[in-house]
């Protein structure tokens, strides 16, 4: 059953729900508090329609976390959730980390609409799938870590299968790329997982920029051209009159 929060502002709570089936939502002209506690879901949805705030909590095992117009100021939090992230309204990062993961048995999460996040975590042993929107830019500031296991790589995909994702990741942020399956994903800003895909246990499914070596994007290495016989000639005489001047030089100076 769903249960609304209105105003609440503890200084110190540790606050557990037990119930796969409910429900939290913070309705719209509601205002939450989290401050520095910790809170345990239990696999409930958290719905925001009105304003959430927190300094540095440590908010756990949410099923899906849907900002339906609200606000949700995470300040330095730490964020779990198993399934969806959707925002309609206004998610103020801080400095916080936002972690998808494989509790409450979710195989795959899918982002919504654009969102800034400093610390963005996307980790499973389970073969997750983590799908991100067309059009929509999932920015991250600081550290970015997408994590597999061996047997079981985290797949990333799009929303839309042929249509990129949009991934942006700032220039000097770090990143952890391990044991993952990417495709049709645009990395827009910085480079993600420079290198061959092995170098990071990983696969190239195709239709990637920015991503690897870029050997299925649109940015692709291009060989130097092949010269003809002609031209593999006229080298051969260019270097024979090299070497007879520098020979007749070193003979006038000996």
């Known amino acids: 059953m769903p249960r609304a929060l209105g105003l609440l502002s503890c200084a110190s709570l540790i606050l557990t729900i037990r119930n796969a089936a409910a429900a939290i ?4 002209g509601s205002s ?21 705030g927190a300094s540095a909590a440590n908010v756990a095992s949410i099923a899906n976390l849907d900002l339906v117009g609200g606000s949700f100021a ?27 993961v494989d ?14 996040f400093y610390d ?18 999932q920015s991250v500031a600081h550290s970015l870590i997408l994590q597999g296991t061996p047997g079981h790589l985290l797949d990333v995909r799009s929303t839309v299968a042929g249509q990129r ?56 290495l291009v060989p130097a051209p092949a010269l003809g016989a002609g031209r593999w000639m006229l080298v051969a005489i260019m270097l024979l ?4 001047n520098l020979f007749r030089r070193n003979r006038k100076f000996s």
């Open 32 to 52: 939450v508090n989290f401050a520095d506690n910790s809170i345990d879901l239990g696999c409930s949805d958290l719905t925001v329609a009105g304003s959430v």
């Open 103 to 116: 509790a409450c048995g979710n195989g795959t999460s899918q982002m919504s609409s654009a969102t800034g």
């Open 25 to 28: 939502i913070v309705g719209a």
């Open 241 to 244: 009159a090299a070497a007879r």
């Open 120 to 137: 963005f975590v996307v980790a499973s042993t389970s073969g997750k799938q983590i799908l991100f929107p067309v059009a929509a830019a």
């Open 165 to 220: 994702g949009v991934l942006a990741l700032a220039e000097g942020a770090a990143q952890t790329i391990a044991y993952v399956n990417a495709r049709d994903n645009h990395a827009s800003i910085a480079h993600i997982a420079p290198g061959f895909p092995t170098q990071f246990n990983s696969v190239d499914s195709g239709n990637l920029v920015n991503w690897f070596l870029n050997v299925s994007g649109d940015t692709k």
């Open 74 to 100: 995470a300040g330095a939090s730490r964020i779990s959730l198993g399934g969806n992230f959707t925002n309609t309204g206004s998610f103020v990062a801080g400095s916080s980390r936002v972690a998808i």
